[in-house]
């Protein structure tokens, strides 16, 4: 089986100026746009804690676990597969 990556790079001309990409060997899995790269590679994390259960706070953060579901809703859609029709 061919490894997971996930990267955020530079999407001129798309939707937003960066976007999350997630490609196993060299087929593009899911991918959707994203602000910056830093906005990017957050999302990539809490994407990965979430699906292996893990529900550490990032450091310095406070909030209660009721103020953290509000954020849920916010979140873009991943893992939308991408079309090879190139």
Same mark, same amino acid.
């Given at each position: 089986? *061919?490894?997971?990556?996930?990267?955020?790079?530079?999407?001129?001309?798309?939707?937003?100026?960066?976007?999350?990409?997630?490609?196993?060997?060299?087929?593009? !899995?899911?991918?959707?746009?994203?602000?910056?790269?830093?906005?990017?590679?957050?999302? !990539?994390? %809490?994407?990965?804690?979430? *699906? !292996?259960?893990?529900?550490?706070?990032?450091?310095?953060? &406070?909030?209660?676990?009721?103020? &953290?579901?509000?954020?849920?809703? %916010?979140?873009?859609?991943?893992?939308?597969? *991408?079309?090879?029709?190139?």
């Amino acid at each position: 089986m *061919a490894f997971l990556t996930a990267d955020v790079v530079s999407d001129p001309g798309g939707e937003l100026p960066y976007k999350v990409v997630f490609k196993q060997g060299e087929t593009i !899995i899911g991918e959707w746009p994203v602000e910056t790269q830093a906005e990017g590679e957050q999302q !990539i994390v %809490d994407l990965i804690r979430d *699906a !292996i259960g893990d529900e550490r706070e990032d450091e310095g953060d &406070e909030e209660d676990d009721e103020d &953290e579901d509000e954020d849920d809703d %916010d979140r873009p859609r991943r893992g939308s597969p *991408a079309r090879d029709d190139d």
